[in-house]
């Protein structure tokens, strides 16, 4: 609205009309797809936690990297600070850490460790096959 009262006084203005629409975010990150692939999403034959422990390894992201340890799933940035449950936003965590992490962000629980906060937001927005080849 302050865009069309800015325009009123240059111009006169008889209609507005405000168009609505849905973005696909799917075919937004991959163009190709199409087909069954498309209808099944990039999660298609996985449950969330085998995703994740495919995607970032048998081993805690945190700050442990801990191996042999039960991991549960963790927000990178924190449901109640406006994070989602989008699998770009999950992590896997040991016990420990992810008590201590607590609700904070990532950036601030890693702020002393700029590599390891590096390597967690970058392979967070990498899909799954990206992760297989790595």
Request: proline share 5%.
């Amino acid at each position: 609205m302050t865009w069309v009262k800015r325009l009123i006084k240059f111009s006169p203005v008889e209609s507005i009309s405000m168009e609505l629409v849905r973005f696909d975010t799917q075919l937004i990150q991959n163009p190709e797809i199409k087909g069954i692939e498309y209808q099944q999403g990039e999660l298609a034959g996985y449950e969330l936690r085998e995703y994740l422990l495919e995607k970032w390894g048998p081993r805690c992201a945190s700050t442990s990297g801990k191996t042999n340890t039960p991991l549960e799933i963790e927000h990178i940035h924190p449901k109640s600070k406006g994070g989602s449950d989008r699998v770009s936003n999950l992590t896997v965590a040991c016990t420990k850490c992810n008590q201590i992490k607590s609700n904070q962000d990532v950036k601030d629980f890693l702020s002393g460790k700029p590599e390891l906060l590096k390597r967690i937001l970058t392979q967070a927005k990498s899909p799954l096959k990206d992760a297989l080849l790595s």
